[in-house]
Structures are given as C-alpha cells and as structure tokens.
C-alpha cells in the first residue's frame, strides 16, 4: 500500500484519501501510464520509484518530452523507459502537436496521461482521448494563483502558505476538480529557488498517492 506517513508529511489538505478507492486501485491491474514532460523529470522519477517500490500499481509505458535535452529523457534512458521527442515547435497548430501525442499514447497503449511539468497547453483534442484519465500537478494551492509562474505570484502575493495541488485536466488551465493538495508554509526570506524545492518534495510525496486515488476511485464508480 501507498506510505500514509508520506501523506501525512506533506500536511495533505484536500480529498480524504479514501481506503476502498486505494485497495481498489491496488486489486485492479495495473494502470499504464503515460508521461508528458518538459523539463528534469524529477515527478517523473518519483513515480518511477513508487512504482518500483509497489506504492504505485503501474508501469510507465512511454514518456513523451518537447524540448532537446530535457533531462526526463536522460531518467527515462537510466530505467529503461522509451522517452520519445516531441518538438511543439514543428507543429502549426496545438490541436496537430496533441494528435501526435495521441498515437504516441496509443500505440503505447497508455491508460492514463499524467503531466509531470508538461509546459503545453493542451486542447480539446487531447482532452476527449483521455477524459477523466489526465492529471496535472499545479504549484499552488488551486484555485490561488493559476497559470504560469505560480510560485513567484505566491511570493508577490504576499500570502502565508502556498503549495502544489493534483487535479483532473480539462480545458480551462488549472480549473479541473481537485484530487489532492499539500500545504508548503512560506518562510521569511524565502526566494523563487528556495520556495520551489520545498514544493517539490510535497509534490513528489503526494503525486504517485493521487494518481492512485483517482484510479482507484474510478475502479470504484466502474462498478456501482
């Protein structure tokens, strides 16, 4: 099962997680993942290790990056994960980038689409391909400070906590319903770098824990 001490750690603020949507998910098969990435990859990697370490039941099927060099790729390599570029920038349209995304993902016979700092827009091309099956993680606490550059609105904001949020994608940017949050308190002196590190570890504790809940919940709604 999913570490609940972890949870605890990154003071989980949102959405009871649930013990029949967790041995729900934990009885079904296991989900197949695809990862969408545009950076380092360090959620990528910590889903990886959940996996790994059967907290998550799933397997990552592909990642697909968009910019050359992205150091997801270099993870990806390391575990022997297929990591597949996708440059937006060879495409005209969104709508076309996320059609390519689409037979990527199905070719991989990907379930479930998890964003792990995918720094695209998506359309509604790949929203219906995947409905109810796409999560995003968001650093703040939605519905404050949406968008880009989160981490600096909180800072300019003024305001006393912050944190990153797990939620269902749809098309309007960061409004999908809420599955998971961590509260990350803001300190004195705190900068830009210093305050998204600590982000960055509540949201590698709580991602593999929210993807879990949304799988097993919707295992649970299958059968009602």
Do not use: K
């Amino acid at each position: 099962m999913l570490d609940r001490q972890s949870a605890s750690q990154s003071s989980v603020v949102a959405s009871l997680i649930s013990n029949d949507c967790l041995n729900a998910h934990h009885r079904a098969s296991p989900m197949r993942l695809g990862v969408l990435a545009s950076g380092t990859g360090s959620n990528f990697q910590a889903i990886a290790e959940a996996i790994a370490s059967r907290q998550l039941n799933a397997s990552i099927q592909v990642v697909i990056y968009n910019n050359v060099g992205a150091g997801v790729s270099h993870r990806a390599a390391a575990l022997g994960i297929p990591a597949i570029l996708v440059d937006h920038r060879e495409f005209s349209h969104r709508e076309q980038l996320d059609e390519a995304l689409i037979s990527i993902l199905h070719q991989h016979h990907v379930e479930w689409v998890i964003m792990a700092g995918w720094m695209r827009r998506v359309t509604d091309v790949l929203i219906r391909a995947f409905s109810g099956r796409m999560l995003n993680i968001h650093p703040s606490l939605l519905p404050s400070f949406p968008g880009i550059r989160a981490v600096e609105q909180a800072l300019n904001a003024n305001v006393a906590i912050t944190g990153c949020t797990v939620h269902e994608v749809v098309l309007e940017v960061d409004q999908g319903p809420i599955v998971m949050q961590a509260a990350v308190p803001i300190e004195s002196g705190d900068t830009v770098e210093s305050l998204h590190r600590r982000i960055h570890t509540q949201e590698h504790h709580i991602y593999p824990l929210a993807i879990a809940l949304a799988h097993g919940r919707s295992q649970v709604e299958a059968t009602r």
